[in-house]
């Protein structure tokens, strides 16, 4: 199947403003999205939002690529999140996400707890999309289950709300956490008929252009999300799409190192840079197998400069 959207997923701590500014560049991706924003009994004051999505008044809701940001909220208060994404709009926002398949223990009440609550996901989604104006994008994105994928049809059927433009589902419960044996893309499959013709995005585990193909057949969707992938493989979007082959090891550090000075000249502290450089190795090593070698020897440095220099030597060794 020719798939026809592809989006970076939210990735709390891990695709924040300058990890998606650096991805954006090489993923050509349709769309990214902010880290779940947590919205309390309180509305979240504009400089919240600023912070979390600078995006939104430095270039219009886009990355530097022109990539658009979607923002992402998280919570229970159907009042407050609507008044959020409405304050997120003014800020510039063109695109909103509901957050109901975060599985963090952190989040009491909120994310994927909620995927036990369908009444409570239904009247926030219905109080969100009343706010927005109808040409606000809004999509929610949700697990196939809280404890079993039986759950699925009753999730979609409650988020299905008229004005809802598209449904992502991440093919695990919350239960499965990360499983990979749990992943059953052909969930989104079945439960199609229950979101009465609004679009399905398919995600968990796509990691090459054969994983995309198949999600994609068993999920019956041509929108794809990639999280951890994307750093395993920055050209996701093209990969996806396109067919390109995926970035070389060299290519992946290239990228790796773009990251840091990016990290850098935002005023990074050392050790964070680091800390994030080796954050993304450790997902880009899933799929390459020279990358588990390096990232064993990157860890063990401890100053930027020296982890630079080891990402430029093993660049010319692998071109020569
Ligand atoms: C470190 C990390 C942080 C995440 N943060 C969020 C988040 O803020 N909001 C959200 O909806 N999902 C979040 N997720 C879930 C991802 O968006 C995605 O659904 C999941 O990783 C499965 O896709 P993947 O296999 O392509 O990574 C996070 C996942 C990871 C690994």
């Known amino acids: 199947m020719q798939i026809n959207k592809v989006y970076l997923a939210p990735m709390e701590g891990v695709a ?96 994927a707890m ?7 996901m239904h009247e926030i989604v219905s109080t969100v999309r009343d706010a927005l104006l109808p040409e606000i994008f809004l999509s929610v994105k949700v697990r196939t289950g809280f404890l079993s994928k039986e759950e699925a049809p009753e999730i979609v059927s409650a988020i299905a709300v008229d004005g809802v433009d598209e449904i992502i589902m991440h093919a695990r419960t919350r239960k499965d956490l990360y499983s990979e ?27 090459s252009f054969e994983d995309g193909q198949q999600c994609s057949e068993a999920a019956k969707t041509d929108r794809l999300m990639v999280g951890r992938g994307a750093l395993s493989i920055p050209n996701a979007g093209a990969v996806l799409k396109d067919g390109a082959e995926p970035y070389t090891t060299s290519e992946v550090l290239k990228v790796v190192d773009e990251f840091i000075q990016e990290l850098i000249s935002r005023r990074f502290q050392e050790k964070s840079v680091l800390d994030r450089a080796k954050q993304f190795l450790g997902f880009a090593r899933r799929t390459d197998k020279k990358l588990v070698e390096f990232f064993k020897l990157f860890c063990r440095e401890n100053s930027v400069d020296k982890a630079r220099k080891l990402i430029e030597t093993s660049i010319s060794q692998d071109e020569n």
Not at 114 to 120: F, Y
Not at 190 to 197: D, K, L
């Open 16 to 111: 924040d403003p300058p990890l998606r500014k650096v991805l954006t560049a090489h993923g050509n991706y349709d769309e990214c999205f902010s880290e779940f924003i947590r919205v309390t009994d309180v509305v979240l004051p504009y400089k919240t939002l600023e912070r979390e999505v600078p995006e939104l008044k430095e270039n219009n809701a886009r990355t530097a690529s022109g990539t658009l940001v979607r923002v992402q909220l998280l919570g229970d208060n159907p009042q407050t999140i609507a008044a959020t994404a409405v304050r997120a709009v003014k800020l510039g926002a063109k695109s909103i996400d509901i957050n109901f398949g975060c599985p963090s223990r952190f989040v009491h009440h909120g994310g």
């Open 114 to 120: 909620l995927l036990k609550e369908p009444d409570l």
């Open 181 to 207: 044996a749990a992943l059953d893309w052909s969930v989104i499959g079945r439960v199609r008929e229950y979101a009465h013709g609004i679009p399905m995005v398919a995600n968990g585990d796509i990691l």
